[in-house]
């Protein structure tokens, strides 16, 4: 429960398997069948062309947030993604990426079928802004344009740099104040499965 700010700087860098980039993790929920996770978000450097790795029975989400473009082929169908435009795909789909316009960066949440469900958002912020939280739910909210800042509810305002992320589980809400674009995040677990978390 309540509300955590997450640093972009601080995030835990990961190698790709494949070695075309690196990826920092944002936030996650450990999944109790040894398996990995039941979500994840997190920020991927994407430095050269190349394939995907798999992730059978998970939904995808990614959303440019650096580079002037993106070309995902997921099964045989190219698919071009827009900055800020999130792309909804299946992990286990076969994935090539070009990268017509040079190094890109991205953000993805990952969900496992059965275990959450999750949705990505870009949404304008002009002055404030107020988002709820449902019960049970998460809400991850990154900056990724403008200038904008954490509202505390005590009359302070915390910066938040491009990327940073604003946590906050269960129900409450969240008001950023300032003008700019962020990627709001929403994970549910599914109908009868409780998310561990150590």
């Given at each position: 429960?309540?509300?955590?700010?997450?640093r972009?700087?601080a995030?835990?860098?990961?190698p790709?398997?494949?070695?075309?980039?690196?990826?920092?993790?944002?936030?996650?929920?450990?999944?109790?069948?040894?398996?990995?996770?039941?979500?994840?978000?997190?920020?991927?450097d994407?430095?050269a062309?190349g394939?995907f790795?798999?992730?059978p029975?998970?939904?995808?989400?990614?959303?440019?947030?650096?580079?002037?473009g993106?070309?995902l082929?997921?099964?045989?169908?190219?698919?071009?993604?827009?900055?800020?435009a999130?792309y909804?795909?299946p992990?286990?789909?076969?994935?090539?990426?070009?990268?017509?316009?040079?190094?890109?960066r991205?953000?993805n949440?990952?969900?496992?079928?059965?275990r959450?469900?999750?949705?990505?958002?870009?949404?304008?912020?002009?002055?404030?802004?107020?988002?709820?939280c449902?019960?049970?739910?998460v809400?991850?909210?990154?900056?990724v344009?403008g200038s904008?800042?954490?509202?505390?509810?005590?009359?302070?305002?915390?910066p938040?740099?491009?990327?940073?992320c604003?946590?906050?589980?269960?129900?409450g809400?969240?008001r950023?104040?300032?003008?700019?674009?962020?990627?709001?995040?929403?994970?549910?677990?599914?109908?009868?499965?409780?998310?561990?978390?150590?």
């Amino acid at each position: 429960m309540g509300t955590a700010v997450l640093r972009e700087r601080a995030y835990r860098r990961v190698p790709w398997k494949n070695g075309g980039g690196t990826t920092r993790e944002v936030a996650a929920g450990p999944s109790a069948g040894g398996d990995g996770f039941d979500w994840r978000v997190s920020v991927a450097d994407v430095a050269a062309e190349g394939p995907f790795s798999a992730f059978p029975g998970v939904d995808r989400v990614i959303t440019l947030v650096e580079g002037e473009g993106m070309v995902l082929t997921v099964d045989g169908a190219e698919h071009r993604l827009a900055p800020l435009a999130p792309y909804a795909f299946p992990g286990e789909a076969a994935t090539d990426c070009r990268l017509p316009g040079g190094a890109a960066r991205d953000l993805n949440l990952m969900t496992r079928r059965g275990r959450a469900a999750g949705s990505v958002r870009v949404t304008d912020v002009a002055g404030a802004l107020d988002l709820e939280c449902a019960a049970g739910a998460v809400l991850l909210v990154l900056p990724v344009a403008g200038s904008l800042s954490l509202d505390d509810g005590g009359g302070r305002a915390e910066p938040l740099a491009r990327l940073d992320c604003v946590r906050h589980d269960g129900a409450g809400s969240v008001r950023l104040r300032g003008h700019g674009g962020v990627a709001e995040i929403r994970v549910t677990p599914a109908p009868g499965h409780r998310e561990h978390r150590h």
